[in-house]
């Protein structure tokens, strides 16, 4: 007798099962992609015990006559496709005719349906695969089905479902992502009797957002069409103080994917403008030709297959490299000054030049021609701020060289004539500093206080990443060499990107037992510097991955070199060199944040000012 049988056609549906039907989430998943390829324009679930003990599906679709409604309730029929061809440009949720027979093999299993003009309806019952009636009711057009008792012939399934609280996340999260994905449909949810979402049809995509998600001012809307690629969507701002790992929607021609050519674009994206590791918020819709991309590669429809796989990638690392470029800087609230009645409280702004006046900058037009132009502060080299003897940082313009700015010069921020917004930081005029370590300005929509460090930093690290990019960095040679002491695997970091550190200028030598010799530095650094920068780099490098790109590793060593290599906090700076900072950060790619993720420009709006004084 032969071994090989056929197998009892309830028997393969609870097989069938195990790869559609993972917990209540995934069989809502399979009802309502059903109830949106039959055109519904509202959609009601409610769940029970996190949809163990019952999960209704109602919608008002086309329905199904008597004929259609007993055969969708067997293995590989379905209306979504009828010819090879058609697998080549799927265009609907679902197509494989498995969904509800595999349902219907693990729970108690009722479907009412009724096509739109029909005086009657029809009704399907199935008790774990087994058909137990079917006959004629009078419902409501489109299709409700409900399922009880999910994977109650099968204990060993039904353990390791998750508690009814963590189940009923996982629907809730599903309709969430399902309601943004068709803002044209009505959605509702409720869990044992508790509304757990509502959205009416909506507009657009703009309008659904905020049905689901309030006003969210710290997220960047992001366009772009290129190479036959349609993506638009929501994304976390550089400058963003969220979660390192954010939720992240991305939805393929409104299909919920995940893929991983997609995650390496977003991850990409966001590591160009900052080294720091993270996964940001991102609500992403992709629209691609049919044709182009392959949905029928995962049982449960979650992953795809690009066609033009680096396209792809390339078009939307673009599209959210320059949406983060454009990002503005983070907004604050202010709080009314809570003093004691009758007792006036004097308040002063240390570094804030005293006696200044600063006429208005922010008319719509320019100065007229017989108004004098405010004058302007010269370009200024940041090669010429040398080191003094005196130990400090930067020397002072020498006199005679503050001539007339040019047209397109640096500082070009401070002629009566405001410069288009281009998005991100906007021109602005430094008062002075706070405390030696933030500069406070203003613009002309409210008062920005930014961080000299970061702000130098993030100008020094866009410097530094432009010049290598050319070749490499000036490097000085040391006429005493700087002798450390390391950990092996310190050093063996080191030595394992010599190259790439004699790109920066840095030459380091091994000098016998646990030391290096730092014989050759880069000219941006000062010899006080050196030594704390090169154990920065060796710890930084030591917790890499092995392997890692040598962009990866450029990146972040010209982070370190930069963050070094910058003003820091506590130090006083001229007026000129205040101008200098902003007017380079401006320029900058990323001007919200520093290379290590932390915001560079803080501001508070004009509005936000207004409101509080009771203006508004």
């Given at each position: 007798?032969?071994?090989?049988?056929?197998?009892?056609?309830?028997?393969?549906n609870?097989?069938?099962?195990?790869?559609?039907?993972?917990?209540?989430?995934?069989?809502?998943?399979?009802?309502?992609e059903?109830a949106?390829?039959?055109?519904?324009?509202?959609?009601?679930v409610?769940?029970e015990?996190?949809?163990?003990?019952?999960?209704?599906?109602?919608?008002?679709?086309?329905?199904?006559?008597?004929?259609?409604?007993?055969?969708?309730?067997?293995?590989?029929?379905?209306?979504?496709?009828?010819?090879?061809?058609?697998?080549?440009?799927?265009?609907?949720?679902?197509?494989?005719?498995?969904?509800?027979?595999?349902?219907?093999?693990?729970?108690?299993?009722?479907?009412?349906?009724?096509?739109?003009?029909?005086?009657?309806?029809?009704?399907?019952r199935?008790?774990?695969?087994?058909?137990?009636?079917?006959?004629?009711?009078?419902?409501?057009?489109?299709?409700?089905?409900?399922?009880?008792?999910?994977?109650?012939?099968?204990?060993?399934?039904?353990?390791?479902?998750?508690?009814?609280?963590?189940?009923?996340?996982?629907?809730?999260?599903?309709?969430?992502?399902?309601?943004l994905?068709y803002?044209?449909?009505?959605?509702?949810?409720?869990?044992?009797?508790?509304?757990?979402?509502?959205?009416?049809?909506?507009?657009?995509?703009?309008?659904?957002?905020?049905?689901l998600?309030?006003?969210?001012?710290?997220?960047?809307?992001?366009?772009?069409?290129?190479?036959g690629?349609?993506?638009h969507?929501?994304?976390?701002?550089?400058g963003?103080?969220?979660?390192?790992?954010?939720?992240?929607?991305?939805?393929?021609?409104?299909?919920i994917?995940?893929?991983?050519?997609?995650?390496?674009?977003?991850?990409?994206?966001?590591?160009?403008?900052?080294?720091?590791?993270?996964?940001?918020?991102?609500?992403l819709?992709?629209?691609?030709p049919?044709?182009?991309?392959?949905?029928?590669?995962?049982?449960?429809?979650?992953?795809?297959?690009?066609?033009?796989?680096?396209l792809?990638?390339?078009?939307?690392?673009?599209?959210?490299?320059?949406?983060?470029?454009?990002?503005?800087?983070?907004?604050?609230?202010?709080?009314?000054?809570?003093?004691?009645?009758?007792?006036?409280?004097?308040m002063?702004?240390?570094?804030?030049?005293?006696?200044?006046t600063?006429?208005?900058?922010?008319?719509?037009?320019?100065y007229?021609?017989?108004?004098?132009?405010?004058?302007?502060a010269?370009?200024?080299?940041?090669?010429?701020?040398?080191?003094?003897?005196?130990?400090?940082?930067?020397?002072?313009?020498?006199?005679?060289?503050?001539?007339?700015?040019?047209?397109?010069?640096?500082g070009?921020?401070?002629?009566?004539?405001?410069?288009?917004?281009?998005?991100?930081?906007?021109?602005?005029i430094?008062?002075?500093?706070?405390?030696?370590?933030?500069?406070?300005?203003?613009?002309?929509?409210?008062?920005?206080?930014i961080?000299?460090?970061?702000?130098?930093?993030?100008?020094?690290?866009?410097?530094?990443?432009?010049?290598?990019?050319?070749?490499?960095?000036?490097?000085?040679r040391?006429?005493?060499?700087?002798?450390l002491?390391?950990?092996?695997?310190?050093?063996?970091?080191?030595?394992?990107?010599?190259?790439?550190?004699e790109r920066?200028?840095?030459?380091?030598?091994?000098?016998?037992?646990?030391?290096?010799?730092?014989?050759?530095?880069?000219?941006?650094?000062?010899?006080?510097?050196?030594?704390?920068?090169?154990r920065?780099?060796a710890?930084?490098?030591?917790?890499?991955?092995?392997?890692?790109?040598?962009?990866?590793?450029?990146?972040?060593?010209?982070?370190?070199?930069?963050?070094?290599?910058?003003?820091?906090?506590?130090?006083?700076?001229?007026?000129?060199?205040?101008?200098?900072?902003?007017?380079?950060?401006?320029?900058?790619?990323?001007?919200?944040?520093?290379?290590?993720?932390?915001?560079?420009?803080?501001?508070?709006?004009?509005?936000?000012?207004?409101?509080?004084?009771?203006?508004?």
């Amino acid at each position: 007798m032969g071994r090989i049988h056929r197998l009892p056609l309830h028997l393969a549906n609870q097989i069938a099962a195990g790869e559609v039907v993972e917990r209540p989430a995934s069989v809502v998943k399979e009802l309502v992609e059903n109830a949106l390829d039959a055109g519904s324009t509202r959609i009601a679930v409610a769940i029970e015990l996190g949809g163990k003990k019952l999960i209704r599906v109602e919608d008002d679709g086309e329905g199904m006559g008597p004929e259609d409604a007993q055969l969708a309730v067997e293995r590989h029929a379905t209306s979504k496709i009828s010819r090879p061809d058609d697998l080549g440009a799927i265009r609907t949720l679902g197509f494989r005719g498995e969904a509800l027979p595999s349902i219907a093999s693990v729970s108690h299993f009722v479907m009412r349906t009724r096509a739109r003009g029909a005086d009657s309806g029809t009704e399907v019952r199935i008790d774990g695969g087994q058909a137990a009636s079917i006959r004629e009711v009078g419902t409501r057009e489109g299709t409700c089905i409900e399922v009880a008792d999910l994977f109650f012939n099968l204990p060993a399934r039904r353990k390791f479902l998750k508690s009814d609280v963590a189940e009923s996340t996982q629907v809730s999260r599903l309709m969430t992502q399902l309601a943004l994905g068709y803002p044209e449909v009505g959605w509702s949810l409720t869990s044992g009797g508790r509304r757990l979402l509502e959205c009416p049809p909506a507009a657009g995509l703009a309008e659904r957002f905020f049905q689901l998600f309030g006003e969210r001012l710290d997220l960047l809307e992001l366009r772009k069409e290129a190479g036959g690629i349609s993506i638009h969507g929501y994304v976390a701002a550089l400058g963003d103080h969220g979660p390192v790992r954010g939720s992240q929607n991305v939805f393929v021609n409104r299909r919920i994917v995940r893929d991983r050519t997609i995650a390496h674009a977003i991850s990409e994206a966001y590591s160009v403008a900052t080294i720091k590791e993270r996964s940001p918020e991102v609500h992403l819709f992709i629209e691609i030709p049919p044709d182009r991309v392959d949905v029928n590669v995962h049982p449960t429809k979650a992953e795809v297959r690009f066609l033009e796989q680096s396209l792809v990638h390339e078009v939307l690392r673009r599209a959210l490299a320059d949406t983060l470029g454009r990002g503005p800087a983070p907004e604050l609230q202010l709080s009314p000054f809570e003093g004691r009645p009758g007792e006036p409280q004097p308040m002063t702004i240390p570094g804030v030049l005293a006696g200044a006046t600063i006429g208005s900058r922010w008319t719509p037009a320019p100065y007229p021609i017989d108004r004098p132009i405010p004058s302007a502060a010269p370009a200024v080299d940041p090669s010429a701020w040398q080191q003094r003897p005196d130990g400090s940082r930067w020397s002072q313009p020498q006199a005679g060289e503050a001539g007339t700015m040019q047209s397109g010069s640096s500082g070009a921020i401070d002629t009566g004539e405001m410069t288009p917004d281009t998005g991100g930081i906007k021109p602005m005029i430094p008062l002075g500093q706070f405390r030696d370590t933030y500069i406070v300005a203003i613009d002309d929509e409210g008062i920005a206080i930014i961080d000299q460090h970061v702000a130098h930093e993030r100008v020094l690290f866009e410097l530094v990443m432009e010049k290598l990019t050319a070749g490499a960095l000036e490097s000085q040679r040391l006429l005493t060499p700087i002798v450390l002491e390391l950990s092996p695997p310190q050093r063996q970091a080191l030595a394992q990107n010599a190259a790439v550190l004699e790109r920066f200028g840095l030459q380091v030598e091994d000098f016998g037992g646990d030391s290096v010799m730092l014989s050759a530095v880069p000219a941006l650094l000062e010899r006080g510097e050196c030594e704390a920068a090169v154990r920065a780099l060796a710890e930084d490098l030591e917790g890499g991955e092995p392997g890692a790109r040598v962009e990866d590793a450029l990146r972040r060593i010209a982070a370190t070199m930069a963050c070094h290599a910058a003003v820091k906090a506590n130090y006083p700076l001229t007026h000129e060199k205040m101008r200098y900072i902003l007017a380079e950060l401006r320029r900058t790619a990323y001007s919200s944040v520093c290379p290590h993720g932390r915001p560079v420009v803080l501001r508070l709006t004009r509005r936000e000012i207004e409101k509080n004084f009771q203006r508004i």
